[in-house]
């Protein structure tokens, strides 16, 4: 598994490069070469634009089936769950929180096995092959491919593992002195408009603040609309109703993965 990297961000950033320094920024990998000007950058959303389904649904479902949440708090995630659907107002942490109750106390590294196995198990067969195909086109041209989720860190440095995705920025959960998980998100969730903003700090840190280009994005929930208008193409996939709106408002492509 990739090796866990903190940045002192509110989110979680890592690359597909391996480092001895814990505490080595991103930019590990080395600043782009001047004479290369800015970077190019595609954005991929992962739940829903990456993968076919919501990880961490399916996270929930698994763990379920194995009795590791308990009645009332899948009672409480589906009522999340369902006032999500409708649109309403709700806590990306408070949720993170209830499912990582059934980790909490447990060491931080036989945690990231467990949500491995998940990954291998229930998530790369439903990775989009076109999504596949379209990162590894771009990385081809000299793009650099990342990816912005809401979705816990280790699925997503399992992902990198197997395709070219070169820098991430994820959800974090907090890791207590013990090395042992707790329930909170460590910083915040990255979702909705706090994915452009993830993915700023990110490439700022990577390739300076006036390095790099945002030329691709691709999502499939109207959270994502703040991502996708950052982009000089934004690319709807398999959108949502509201997304398909303004995807046909804005111009954007709309791909049926």
Request: with cysteine; charged share 30%; net charge negative.
């Amino acid at each position: 598994m990739a090796e866990r990297r903190g940045l002192g961000m509110p989110f979680a950033v890592s690359d597909s490069i391996d480092s001895t320094s814990p505490e080595a920024a991103v930019a590990a990998a080395g600043d782009p070469p001047a004479d290369r000007g800015r970077q190019q950058v595609a954005v991929f959303d992962f739940d829903g634009t990456s993968m076919n389904g919501n990880s961490p649904v399916i996270l929930v479902r698994y763990m379920t089936l194995r009795g590791m949440l308990r009645p009332s708090v899948v009672l409480r995630i589906g009522l999340w769950a369902t006032a999500y659907k409708l649109r309403l107002p709700q806590s990306e942490s408070w949720v993170r929180g209830l499912v990582f109750s059934a980790f909490e106390g447990k060491p931080a590294d036989e945690v990231d096995r467990f949500l491995t196995e998940f990954y291998d198990r229930k998530i790369e067969r439903r990775f989009r092959p076109a999504a596949d195909a379209e990162m590894r086109r771009l990385s081809s041209e000299g793009v650099d491919v990342v990816v912005v989720s809401a979705t816990f860190e280790p699925i997503i440095l399992r992902a990198m593992e197997s395709h070219p995705i070169k820098y991430q920025a994820s959800t974090r959960m907090k890791i207590a002195e013990d090395g042992t998980y707790t329930r909170e998100v460590d910083g915040e969730c990255v979702e909705g408009e706090a994915k452009l903003t993830a993915l700023n700090e990110l490439c700022d840190r990577v390739y300076g603040k006036d390095g790099w280009e945002l030329l691709h994005a691709f999502g499939d929930h109207h959270s994502d609309r703040a991502l996708l208008r950052a982009a000089k193409h934004a690319h709807a996939v398999t959108p949502d109703r509201p997304l398909r709106r303004t995807a046909r408002a804005e111009d954007w492509s709309n791909l049926d993965w």
